[in-house]
């Protein structure tokens, strides 16, 4: 098993250099590994290869994990209960989904201290569907000063999960729009550090690459299908 969870992890690994090339980028752009539902094993497997930040959805799952393996850097990924903010904020070195301003203040007020800084994302419902959460594009400037003014956070940038398509072109635009949104950001607020766009998943990394996309999130074509059972 551990072979092929190894042979697809170098085969994303050489799809985002080549994507990354093929734009004519220099700059580097980060490998999330996606390990919802899958075990410990695979996890530690990865890690002995070099990678070294994970992503999780589940609060109660990827604690246990977490508690065995604080040396890595874990991601919370998924939607935010406003009851589970705490634990979120004591364990994770970064927040992918935050869709509200509530949460927002809620990781703020819950965050220790001597963490240091939670490094959060904005989630943009970037293609308007009724059925995903995040903020409306038009709002992103004012939540954006909003947040940046609460303690134990830093925003470093956006995150967004487009509705599916196929054709790469249709596939960019969504993520287009997000950088540009990311770059009036910078404009407004040339102090802070907002370096990140968190977007891109197996189907559709390339097209994210070619957009600007700095951090991708990458499940499937590295640990196989999931069992939800």
């Not at 980060?30 to 930040?53: F, M, N």
């Not at 201290?113 to 059925?131: F, K, M």
Request: charged share 25%; glycine share 6%; proline share 6%.
């Amino acid at each position: 098993m551990n072979n092929t969870l190894l042979s697809r992890y170098q085969q994303v690994l050489n799809r985002i250099e080549t994507a990354r090339k093929d734009s004519g980028r220099h700059d580097p752009v980060t490998l999330l590994a996606v390990s919802k539902t899958k075990p410990l094993a695979d996890i530690e497997a990865l890690a002995e290869a070099g990678q070294k930040a994970f992503g999780e959805n589940y609060v109660q799952e990827a604690l246990e994990k977490i508690a065995q393996r604080p040396d890595l850097e874990w991601h919370f990924i998924g939607p935010i209960q406003s009851n589970k903010t705490k634990p979120i904020a004591e364990h994770f070195q970064w927040v992918h989904s935050v869709d509200r301003l509530k949460i927002a203040k809620r990781l703020s007020a819950q965050r220790p201290p001597g963490l240091g800084d939670l490094q959060i994302l904005l989630e943009v419902n970037v293609s308007e569907e009724a059925s995903k959460s995040g903020f409306r594009p038009e709002e992103i400037l004012d939540v954006t000063e909003e947040v940046m003014a609460l303690p134990n956070l830093s925003l470093r940038g956006l995150m967004a999960i487009p509705a599916r398509t196929e054709s790469m072109e249709a596939q960019r635009e969504p993520f287009r729009q997000l950088r540009d949104l990311l770059t009036e950001m910078q404009q407004r607020f040339p102090q802070a550090p907002l370096d990140t766009l968190s977007m891109g998943m197996s189907a559709d990394l390339e097209a994210a690459i070619m957009e600007g996309s700095t951090l991708v999130r990458i499940g499937t074509d590295i640990f196989g299908a999931r069992n939800y059972a």
